[in-house]
């Protein structure tokens, strides 16, 4: 036996880490300049909470009283801003197809004396939605303001023909929908999108830093080192060399939780200490997952391939923008092998949908399996460790 | 020159073809992710959310109601609730999306002439839940009361076309133009494959350099590429722009086709408008390259690059709403200004020159990066 007690076991491991993560630059980049940069810049991008001001066209060929008031009221809501007066539809068109507007709006000829003599007139609007989220919401905004100068004109001519204001109300909808918008009503996208991306940043760097820290001594051939360093036990080498991690990443996932809270302003109705549970289990079941993955293939950067798809796409598969029970089969099975899907799941439970600790117990049982996952393949590590044919793959 | 130039890209050629992790990269990568990528969009478009009702009227006019909500292709009634505190907490734990609210006397008001209202509690935890619920709800709603008001129209012994009228003096009508049905992946994918695209060219890069610098300083025999810097810089770049004219084939002939999205342009148009786009990556990937001490780092740092240039492109979020200092960053990354203008031309049928000015700002970048690549391997590189 070669050195005393005090070089070997779990500590010995965790200060011989400390050291590999002094000597790369990487690990500081990966473990803490890289996660706040993301925070800061989704911080940033959806910091006004709402989309504004989406430039689109106004072609009016009926310049009447009218046509200025529709002009007026499509200006006035603070999605769409009037940018150009095209004068025909076909310059209007040429603008949509460089890029300079979302929407056009075409007041036709003759409007004006259409409503006034009861024909009723029509305003026509084109609008892209390749892009979905401004056609989108351009459209419910077009909607909403041409309903309402509708409704200002009906009204009036109906007072005009004498009848009584109630009875003329009456008269506008025999059935009403009263709206009402549950849990994010001023559709903020910094609930929406932006607390959800954190943690889908959040997880990437903790899955490749796990693959790298762990990768690196089977392509550096040092598995020998570090297990002796353990005092040759792989329990100890595994979670000595993790427990940095799992602290480092811990405390980052606090942060981010900070940051969301309080700086997003993302309304915490449901119990604190689940999320910081969850983000705690979040960092372990992907602790667990660099563990499978570098178990599942010895060469570092074929473990960080599989690690950057599994990471680099969850969040297409998370169900957040486009809803899990919309997907087919093999979309939701993936999606449901995605620790980040039941964290987010639990997060905004936990957040904006207030519910109680005991609704998100799923999410908190499934990020455990992984967790346990993880820790059953420890052992089964040794024998890679000790085989060199696991050694020096690029 | 012709000759150091042609041995120095078959020299790159090798080291692409011969390493089984940068041909992953650049050639697997490419196929699998364009099949994985677009999978969760594949239906296109979210049908059948499902919404829970409190009927309080039980009339004939209230389940009339209730059968067109069903029938309706966005929503499904997936059962009913006693009271709205307990239909909330169903809604809240995720069971319902939605609540349809049809109070008692809805039936009698509308009879009377009354204006009679229904409620409707949507959930806007998921925006597009939110949106599908509503426009359905919206619908429906709007769908029964036209039709109320127009057979009382009719009973008062007016047209049907003045009925519509004077129920409405000013309509809008909004043709949704080049994704009329709101597909998702008609949305998502197209913009995607072009960033796959530039991100897989700049790891494959990466990982070409990190591993020459690891096999020269393990002092293994690297087939050293002759000539300036400036030359070994144009060859790489001939032998990765081959490369990858070979995948935009493979995606605008293949990927397209194969999930049945519009292309509404042809292919040399597409070779035309990707070339200043392919250009700006790959110098910007040698730029990069120099910076990448190992392989590892080049794999993480594109990783988490590929999101951010998603983020910030202008198509999951509008340029209009960002702040300044990230529209300039957007500004710089090749992807921002492929993304745009290849959308235009591909999915909405825009002419070239409409897509010059987006054509001619990847020429400065390729110019600007082939710059800074000049001094990173002059410079860096010698350090």
Known sequence: MSGNDRQQGFLAVVLREMSQIRAHSRYALVMIVLPLVSFALTWGLFSNQYPQDLPVAVVDLDHSSISRTIIKAIDATSVVEVSFQASDPSQARDLMLRGRIYAMVILPHGLEEDILSGRGGEVIAYTNTQVLLPGSIISSSLNAAIASVSAGINFQSRLRHGEMSEAAIGHLEPVNLDRHVLFNPQFNYMYFLAAALCPTFFQIFILMTAVMAMGSEFKNSTTNTWLETAGGSVWKAVTGKLAVYFISFSLLGLTMLVIILNGFGVPLRGSLFSLITATVLLVLAYLSCGILLVFLFPSLRMALSVASFFSGTAFAFVGLTFPQSGMPALGKAWSSILPLTHYLHLFLEQTIRGAEPYESINDFLILVIFTMVGISLIPLLHSHMKDSWYWGKP | ?383
């Not at chain 2, 039980?58 to 292709?73: F, G, H, I, T």
């Not at chain 2, 999101?307 to 300039?328: C, D, Q, T």
């Open chain 2, 1 to 383: 020159m012709i000759r150091i130039l042609f041995f120095n890209i078959m020299a790159e050629l090798r080291s692409i073809f011969r390493d089984p992790g940068v041909l992953i990269i650049m050639g697997a990568a490419i196929v699998f992710y364009s099949f994985v990528y677009p999978l969760p969009y594949a239906r296109e478009v979210l049908n059948q959310v499902s919404l829970t009702v409190i009927d309080q009227d039980n009339s004939a006019l209230s389940r009339q109601l209730v059968r067109m909500v069903d029938a309706s292709e966005m929503l499904r009634v997936e059962g009913r609730s006693q009271d709205l505190g307990r239909a909330r907490q169903e809604i809240g734990s995720g069971r319902y999306s939605a609540v349809l609210v049809i109070p008692k006397g809805f039936e009698i008001d509308v009879l009377q002439g009354h204006q009679a209202y229904v409620s409707a509690y949507v959930d806007a935890t998921y925006f597009l839940i939110y949106r599908q619920a509503m426009t359905g709800l919206v619908k429906t709603v709007r769908t029964m009361s036209a039709g109320i008001q127009i057979r009382r129209f009719q009973a008062q012994g007016w047209l049907a076309d003045k009925a519509m009228v004077d129920r409405s003096p000013l309509n809008l009508i909004n043709r949704l133009l080049f994704n009329p049905s709101m597909g998702y992946a008609t949305y998502i994918v197209p913009g995607v494959l072009i960033l796959i695209l530039q991100q897989t060219m700049l790891i494959g890069i990466g990982m070409i350099s990190g591993t020459r610098r690891e096999q020269i300083t393990a002092g293994k025999n690297v087939t050293e590429r002759r000539g300036s810097p400036m030359v070994k810089i144009i060859s790489r770049t001939i032998a990765c722009l081959s490369l990858y004219f070979i995948h935009i084939i493979f995606i605008y002939g293949v990927v397209y086709r194969i999930w049945d999205l519009p292309i509404r342009t042809g292919i040399s148009t597409i070779f035309l408008y990707l070339l200043p786009f392919l250009l700006s990556v790959i110098l910007l990937g040698q730029a990069l390259a120099e910076f990448f001490k190992t392989r590892e780092t080049a794999i993480i740092m594109i990783v988490w690059s590929s999101m951010i240039a998603v983020l910030i492109s202008g198509f999951s979020w509008p340029f209009e709403s960002m702040p300044h200092w990230i529209r300039a960053v957007s500004m710089l990354l090749p992807s921002t200004w492929g993304i745009s203008g290849g959308l235009r031309l591909t999915q909405m049928g825009a002419s070239f020159s409409q897509v010059r000015g987006e054509w001619m700002w990847m020429w400065g970048l390729t110019i600007l990066y082939l710059v800074l690549a000049w001094i990173c391997v002059r410079f860096v590189h010698r350090r």
